[in-house]
């Protein structure tokens, strides 16, 4: 397990807990409370920029996490934890490729 000391995270008392049946992305507050369960991170993170209204910039980064044979990808939204995460844990970003193997994002 990566030292999850540096991400601050220990201070809140929100526990959030994620499920892709529930809502289709989430924030770091549920990536906290995984990541507290025991859950433990994938060096690669995928990301896809979007556009709404073709004016506001969203990014969406996917984690993906295991726990013994168990699997969970949780997607969230762009937020200054998302970068302090990526950071801090040395992972690797990758843009998100369609099935055409063009690249659907650009660099965050």
């Known amino acids: 397990m990566?030292?999850?000391s540096?991400?601050?995270y220990?201070?809140?008392?929100m526990v959030r807990h994620y499920h892709p049946a529930s809502e289709p992305y989430t924030g770091c507050d549920a990536l906290f409370?995984?990541?507290?369960s025991g859950w433990e991170l994938d060096n690669t993170v995928t990301y896809e920029e979007t556009w709404l209204a073709g004016a506001r910039r969203v990014v969406l980064y996917t984690f993906t996490l295991r726990r013994g044979e168990d699997k969970?990808?949780?997607?969230i939204v762009d937020n200054p934890y998302v970068g302090r995460v990526?950071?801090?844990m040395g992972l690797e970003l990758v843009p998100m490729r369609r099935s055409n193997g063009?690249?659907?994002k650009t660099a965050p």
Do not use: Q, S, W
């Not at 409370?33 to 507290?36: I, R």
């Not at 969970?72 to 997607?75: F, H, L």
């Open 72 to 75: 969970m990808v949780m997607p």
């Open 86 to 88: 990526v950071t801090e």
């Open 33 to 36: 409370t995984a990541l507290d």
């Open 2 to 4: 990566k030292n999850l």
């Open 6 to 8: 540096n991400l601050h």
């Open 102 to 104: 063009r690249v659907r």
């Open 10 to 13: 220990d201070y809140m008392d």
